[in-house]
């Protein structure tokens, strides 16, 4: 069998796309991993299938990590579903899709993507985490459609993110889901620099979408940062997140970045 895809990539963060709106793919956790391999299948953080809506919407977004497991949200992910589902349905501007996480609006502008994400939620600010190796954290914590830990440090380029991002991903604190895990610095009054450990893909990754949303509204909760918030990925890019309100409870939440096509292609599964 030969399977028809899209590879995209958002600020770095790259993924296979797949159109399943007729329903008959039905890729097991193993195929999904195979594909992700970047030795033996065609390389990404993740998979993501346009598939039919189930309460009205224009699609239902499928979001499969590298290993294969499906997870509810992927913001950077989002953003080349909103782009690749608009290409193969010729549905240019505004469309709506279904996630794990809720309904997600997307408007394209170009070449980028404004995502009006669900609304956050367990926000937790100032706790101590001791790791395995002795270090001590102060983790604060937000799910903005998957968890999301998030570590203030002084070097972003000295902090060991393989180390402590697995230490906190699998932390009991944050059991049994565990967490992903970024590491930011502030730059200015409105800009932080990101790197992020991801959970599932079991390493750090370019780009995360809903982490870079968790790390600019932890930035604001921690210095009054006004909206919008720009966060420097370490693929290189800029994404800008937007919202109104505070002390945990926000509304109008949107990132706004690249999604961008790479390649299309075949592979024999």
Excluded: W
């Excluded at 990404?44 to 509810?72: H, I, Q, T």
């Excluded at 669900?118 to 937790?124: A, D, F, G, L, V």
């Excluded at 998030?150 to 402590?164: F, G, I, N, R, S």
Aim: glycine share 12%.
């Amino acid at each position: 069998m030969l399977l028809h895809f899209t590879k995209m990539n958002g600020a770095g963060n790259d993924f296979v796309l797949v159109d399943n709106r007729q329903g008959e793919l039905a890729l097991s956790r193993e195929t999904i991993a195979r594909l992700c391999d970047r030795h033996r299948g065609v390389g990404a953080d993740g998979l993501l299938a346009v598939e039919p809506a189930r309460n009205g919407a224009d699609f239902r977004m499928r979001y499969y990590n590298a290993d294969g497991g499906e997870a509810e949200m992927c913001g950077n992910g989002a953003r080349c579903f909103a782009r690749f589902a608009s290409r193969v349905a010729g549905l240019p501007g505004t469309l709506r899709f279904e996630t794990e996480a809720g309904v997600i609006s997307a408007e394209c502008v170009g070449e980028h993507v404004r995502l009006a994400m669900s609304e956050p939620q367990s926000m937790r600010l100032h706790e101590n985490v001791a790791l395995e190796n002795g270090a001590r954290l102060t983790v604060h914590s937000v799910n903005t459609g998957v968890p999301h830990a998030v570590v203030v440090v002084e070097d972003l380029e000295a902090v060991p993110v393989q180390e402590y991002g697995a230490g906190i991903r699998y932390h009991a604190h944050f059991a049994p889901r565990g967490t992903n895990t970024n590491f930011i610095v502030p730059v200015n009054a409105t800009t932080i620099a990101i790197r992020t450990y991801e959970r599932g893909v079991e390493g750090e990754t370019l780009a995360c979408g809903t982490g870079v949303v968790a790390s600019a509204l932890v930035f604001h909760e921690l210095t009054g940062a006004k909206s919008p918030v720009a966060v420097q990925v370490r693929g290189g890019d800029t994404l800008s997140v937007g919202f109104t309100g505070s002390r945990g409870a926000y509304q109008a939440v949107t990132l706004t970045g690249p999604a961008d096509f790479v390649f299309d292609g075949e592979i024999a599964l």
